[in-house]
T-cell receptor, first 111, second 115 residues
């Protein structure tokens, strides 16, 4: 069964600290992996997209890694800001246009 | 604003009523997707259009749900005889014709509450 699992479910960190979110997937065939940021009550916004041949991609303070062999990805957030408080969703694209979403990690950045 | 737009943003209805949501994709994006998201979960795929053709529908899309994209531009999602279990955020996304990653751009969603 195609699944995307994320950990932790929720995380609280202090402003300015770094954090790393994890994603494991069992999607086959695999096309790409993306991380989305979703603010409460809003639609998801793409942060990074990687194919199987890419093992790292950065977008400002966000850095995603991908290990296609172990089917794991991580999203590292550097020097967190209050505006980083959101749900971060790992999404895997399979062979067709369909995307398989994880349940997300809810991040709260506190002052 | 040239992003994906959805209308209405919020809808409260009584059980048994029909509701219709609209999605306007990014101009010239030929692919359009509908998703449903319940609290604490990731979005779940409902249906997908390429131009005006509905190419795929999820099992989640029961007979009470119908989606259209008559001119290959905007799309509507109608739910007939709404049930409390239909309460969710309904998200629309679009993607361009030629895109290596099939990147999908999401709208802000329509929050449906069925009383």
């Amino acid at each position: 069964k195609n699944q995307v699992e994320q950990s932790p479910q929720s995380l609280i960190i202090l402003e300015g600290k770094n954090c790393t979110l994890q994603c494991n997937y069992t999607v086959s065939p695999f096309s790409n992996l993306r991380w989305y940021k979703q603010d409460t009550g809003r639609g998801p916004v793409s942060l990074t997209i990687m194919t199987f041949s890419e093992n790292t991609k950065s977008n400002g303070r966000y850095t995603a890694t991908l290990d296609a062999d172990t089917k794991q990805s991580s999203l590292h957030i550097t020097a967190s800001q209050l505006s980083d408080s959101a749900s971060y969703i790992c999404v895997v694209g399979g062979a067709t246009n369909k995307l398989i979403f994880g349940t997300g990690t809810l991040l709260a950045v506190q002052p | 604003d040239t992003g994906v737009s959805q209308d209405p943003r919020h809808k409260i209805t009584k059980r048994g009523q029909n509701v219709t949501f609209r999605c306007d994709p990014i101009s010239e994006h030929n692919r359009l997707y509908w998703y449903r998201q319940t609290l604490g979960q990731g979005p779940e795929f409902l249906t997908y259009f390429q131009n005006e053709a509905q190419l795929e529908k999820s099992r989640l899309l029961s007979d009470r749900f119908s989606a259209e994209r008559p001119k290959g531009s905007f799309s509507t999602l109608e739910i007939q005889r709404t049930e409390q279990g239909d309460s969710a955020m309904y998200l629309c996304a679009s993607s361009p014709r030629l895109d290596r990653y099939n990147e999908q751009f999401f709208g802000p969603g329509t929050r449906l509450t069925v009383l």
